[in-house]
């Protein structure tokens, strides 16, 4: 069975890094397109960063572009969103998930959902 187990969350302060892992089982990670989402409170799901199956990464929402980064390791088959320069409004669950391309990079288009991560920005 595919599935994602996420991991790194925290509380951070504003303007601080954390580094998010999106472990897989039962897949390859460059069998898929794998993107990030994120969901705050009262709020859509948001796609915040893909990787397409060949590594071309997909481009950034305007409101993390610049300071999210995604990565993906073959060998240790987990995908990373690196996130920097954390302001209060990136505080939401972050989830992974899979899909066959980068193209639209919205929750109805990708399955094999982890149970998401907490990031938390505040001083």
């Known amino acids: 069975q595919a599935q994602f187990v996420e991991s790194g969350g925290g509380l951070v302060q504003p303007g601080g890094s954390l580094r998010l892992s999106c472990e897989a089982s039962?897949?390859?990670?460059?069998?898929?397109?794998i993107a990030w989402f994120r969901q705050a409170p009262g709020k859509e799901r948001q796609g915040v960063a893909c990787?397409?199956?060949?590594?071309?990464?997909?481009p950034y929402p305007s409101s993390v572009k610049g300071r999210f980064t995604i990565s993906r390791d073959n060998a240790k088959n987990t995908a990373y969103l690196q996130m920097d320069s954390l302001k209060p409004e990136d505080t939401a669950v972050y989830y992974c998930a899979t899909d066959g391309a980068c193209r639209i990079i919205a929750p109805p288009y990708f399955s094999n959902w982890g149970q998401g991560t907490q990031v938390t920005v505040s001083s």
């Open positions: 039962g897949f390859n990670v460059d069998e898929w397109a």
């Open positions: 990787i397409s199956r060949s590594g071309v990464i997909g």
